[in-house]
């Protein structure tokens, strides 16, 4: 099985005092474990990263240990996805085309690495933003 993890249950597995991390730490478990074909798109690292560093947690996660984290549990496991030019440009266009604004492109670049990866599953903790963004694989997202 090839499963995608988004950034909502990467930053909920890794941040114990997160509200979903019961739910979402097993599938982080499972996959550094190489229980299936761990992908991320390449966009949530960045994403990943940014929302660590931010989170409203006390203590504060400083830089170094995000980095620490982003490279421990996503870069020495899984299969980061990359998109092309024409993938962005694509994207946006059916956003365009279909009134979609916001910050749902986002979602719809992980859709696409989805999309592009053959992942047999999107796993997130926002199914319902997928919905709007990637109708034709709404019978991938997972919900831990």
Do not use: C
């Not at 916001?102 to 989805?114: F, H, Q, T």
């Amino acid at each position: 099985m090839k499963a995608l993890l988004d950034t909502s249950v990467l930053v909920a597995a890794m941040v114990e005092a997160h509200a979903q991390h019961r739910r979402a730490q097993p599938w982080l478990r499972r996959a550094t474990a190489g229980q299936f074909d761990f992908l991320v798109a390449a966009h949530t690292l960045a994403e990943l990263y940014a929302v660590l560093t931010a989170l409203p947690v006390s203590p504060r996660i400083s830089p170094s240990t995000a980095g620490r984290l982003v490279q421990d549990n996503v870069l020495a496991h899984a299969t980061i996805v990359s998109l092309t030019a024409t993938d962005y440009a694509s994207v946006i266009r059916g956003l365009a085309e279909h009134g979609v604004s916001g910050g749902a492109v986002y979602d719809a670049l992980i859709a696409k690495a989805a999309e592009k990866s053959a992942a047999d599953k999107l796993v997130t903790l926002n199914a319902e933003d997928f919905h709007r963004v990637w109708p034709s694989g709404v019978s991938k997202l997972t919900v831990p």
